[in-house]
């Protein structure tokens, strides 16, 4: 079992630009949940994505968007880049809302 | 956003002794309540989970105390390790609420 992948690992981007990080759940998960961790805090949630909806959303711009597909792998969206986009983004899949296992992360900075 | 208190922020002991770690929320919705180590450039990873009607939880050397009047929890590593350096975070779910972390240093 491959566990929770993201991809990619690490990626620049400039102000205003737009990018698009993925994630593969571990199998047999069903939910995705989206985390965004700035250095020296604790993640943030971001959205949880169910059967292709967004079940849960925290308390961030519509800068933010996802997607869930059909084999349960996800992406999630960000445009407008800003300087403070800058952070880990974490991924965590779970089968229902059970318990969540967190991917290595993508290391976004912003320029 | 956050909703969860975490302190302290850092912490050192010495091989073999008690590491705590104290957690304070306020929404009584929350309905699980997880610890999470994290090691540099990793993800955070599950170490012990507790629910509202339980009021301590032990796994191994790790165990959870939770007082729900007082809406506060709290993460005691027995006899701590070198190897168990490394950032834990707190977490209460409603959606996911994640505490600062404690960046717990355990020396040999």
């Known amino acids: 079992d491959a566990g929770v992948t993201q991809s990619p690992t690490h990626l620049i981007k400039t102000r205003g630009q737009q990018v698009t990080l993925r994630c593969s759940p571990k199998?047999?998960?069903?939910?995705v949940s989206w985390y965004q961790q700035a250095l020296g805090q604790g993640p943030q949630f971001i959205f949880q994505?169910?059967?292709?909806?967004?079940?849960q959303r925290g308390n961030f711009p519509d800068r933010f968007s996802g997607h869930q597909f059909p084999n349960y792998s996800s992406e999630l969206n960000v445009n407008a880049l800003l300087l403070g986009d800058s952070a880990l983004y974490l991924c965590?899949?779970?089968?229902?809302?059970?318990?969540?296992?967190f991917g290595p992360g993508t290391r976004l900075t912003v320029l | 956003q956050q909703q969860v208190k975490q302190s302290p922020q850092s912490l050192i002991v010495q091989k073999g002794g008690i590491s705590i770690i104290n957690c304070a929320y306020e929404?009584?919705?929350?309905?699980?309540f997880p610890w999470y180590q994290q090691f540099p450039g990793k993800g955070p990873a599950l170490l012990i989970a507790?629910?509202?009607?339980?009021s301590e939880k032990k796994e191994g050397r790790f165990t959870i105390s939770f007082n729900k009047s007082a809406k506060q929890f709290s993460l005691h590593i027995m006899d701590s390790q070198p190897g168990d350096s490394a950032t834990y975070f707190c977490a209460a779910r409603n959606d996911m609420r994640f505490g600062a972390g404690t960046r717990l240093t355990v020396k040999p």
């Open positions: 507790i629910r509202p009607d339980v």
């Open positions: 199998s047999g998960h069903d939910t």
């Open positions: 929404n009584t919705a929350f309905d699980y």
């Open positions: 965590a899949s779970s089968l229902m809302s059970d318990e969540q296992f």
């Open positions: 994505y169910y059967e292709e909806e967004e079940r």
